[in-house]
Every structure is written in C-alpha cells, then in structure tokens.
C-alpha cells in the first residue's frame, strides 16, 4: 500500500465514522438484540441491526476510497464481500464495540473502531464514542486528534488530572476492588474505550484483560495507536510495550498518562483470578 494512501487514510475515513457514528446513537434504545448462534459467550453474541448498518456505512466510503484493501470486519454485510480477501492494507471495523454492556445495557461507553494495518502493522486507527460525541484519530507518525462536539477537531493529549479508570469486562471485582482501594472510581467500558481511556475527558487510564486465545483482539488493538501517538503510556505484560501489530498475543492493555496511575493498574492485574 502506498505510502500516500495511507497518510490520507484518517482524512478520507473520518468524515464516514462520523457519520456512523451518529447513526449508531440515533438506534441507541431503538433496537433488539438479535443474538449470533456460533459464539461462545453472550458478549460475542450480541447483535443488533445498528451493528449492520453503522458498518455498512463505514464499508460503503471505504469501498469508494480504499477498493484495493482487504477488511477484517465484524459483521457479514454486503459489501464486506467487495474487497480482496488478501492485501498488503487492511482495514479493522468493529461497528459497534460493547454490543450487550455498553450499547444495549448501557453500562459505559461503546466505540465505532476503524483502522488500518500494513503488512501486519498498525499505521493509522479512528475510535468513536457515539453517546458522548467524540472522535479520536491518530496516525504512527503524525499524532492523535480528538473532534469533539460543534468544536474543531485538535490534538489529542493524555489527560493528568482525573482518578477515574475505564475498565473491560474481562477484568474481574478483584481487580476493580484494588484500583478502588487506590481512590479510583471504576467504570466499565468496551475495549475501543478502554484503549483510548487517557484521552477522555474525565478519565486517567484504562486497563483491558482478555482470557480469549491470543488475548487482545486486532479490533481491540487499534486504540492503543492512538493513545501511543497522543503520547500516553501503553503497556502489555511485565512493562513491556503493547505490541504494534495485529497478531502478537497480548492478554492485557495497560494505558495511562501518569507512571504513577501505571503502578496501580499493575496492582489491578496482578490481582485477576486466572
């Protein structure tokens, strides 16, 4: 994939989410769970028709702009079929992340997550947060952004002055007990949320626990980009940095701003039951 192609990715993209992104949240309380039959869990189940069409309208601009990447989308949809099944360039969609907690049950927020990886490396990443309004956009080389509502989109900065911490379901009350014991306030949030955490208004950090194989999924991964290139600290295991491409297994994120808010949520992690 051309190097031009993928500096104009978030420029060409960003207008689309946008837009799915509101059309989400005019669904939001409008429509039914409709569950898949072959996951496994209720979480990975969960499906409604604003999956369906947030990510078609995602795919539709895609197709007009980038017809030569492969996709890894959530969803079948139609025109999820118009695209090569191999790329050098693929683009990551989750429509709606947090189908069953956080858009049907409302607990935290859900994100739109769009992002693009080459030869297997992320290059640039959009998460929205369609009940507050807020896209965030980032690229490896040329930082984060946040547009936020009737306001021009700006960088993105780790925010320093806040004691609240977005947390997955993957992480267990054991976990969340400790970051309490640490005088934070814990609020559950689906995965694109929890990896952009830092950058939220409000929000200090994020911790994300995934027990499935291979850990952290490529959907989940996209935000950590941004949250890196805004400059906050993103982690895996034992210090290390979060990995950078699609496939490494990475059971857990770690994202703050502060080295200090990093020591408790290692607390947090080393606290959840195996």
Avoid at 77 to 88: C, I, W, Y
Avoid at 90 to 110: A, K, N
């Amino acid at each position: 994939m051309e190097a031009k192609r993928i500096e104009s990715f978030v420029e060409q993209m960003l207008p689309a989410v946008t837009r799915a992104a509101a059309h989400a949240r005019a669904l939001e309380g409008r429509v039914r769970n409709a569950p898949k039959q072959d996951e496994a869990s209720p979480e990975k189940q969960a499906l409604t028709q604003a999956d369906l069409e947030t990510q078609e309208l995602v795919l539709e601009a895609l197709y007009k702009a980038f017809p030569e990447v492969s996709v890894a989308a959530e969803e079948d949809t139609p025109t999820a079929t118009r695209f090569p099944v191999e790329a050098s360039g693929c683009v990551i969609v989750d429509p709606i992340d947090g189908t069953l907690r956080s858009y049907l049950e409302g607990h935290g927020p859900y994100s739109l997550i769009v992002g693009l990886a080459v030869d297997g490396i992320y290059r640039a990443g959009i998460v929205a947060l369609p009940r507050e309004g807020i896209v965030f956009d980032g690229t490896c080389e040329g930082g984060a952004f946040v547009t936020r509502p009737g306001r021009k989109r700006k960088p993105a900065k780790p925010r320093c002055d806040a004691r609240r911490v977005l947390v997955s379901n993957g992480v267990d009350e054991a976990a969340a007990e400790v970051l309490r014991r640490h005088d934070y306030e814990v609020i559950r949030a689906s995965g694109g949320a929890v990896a952009v955490a830092p950058l939220i208004d409000g929000v200090c950090a994020g911790l994300r626990h995934s027990r499935s194989e291979g850990g952290i999924s490529v959907r989940g991964r996209v935000g950590a980009l941004i949250s890196r290139a805004a400059g906050a600290i993103v982690h895996g295991d034992g210090g290390a940095p979060f990995p950078e491409d699609t496939s490494t297994p990475a059971p857990n994120l770690l994202v703050t701003a502060h080295e200090q808010d990093l020591e408790a949520l290692n607390d947090a992690l080393a606290a959840i039951s195996s």
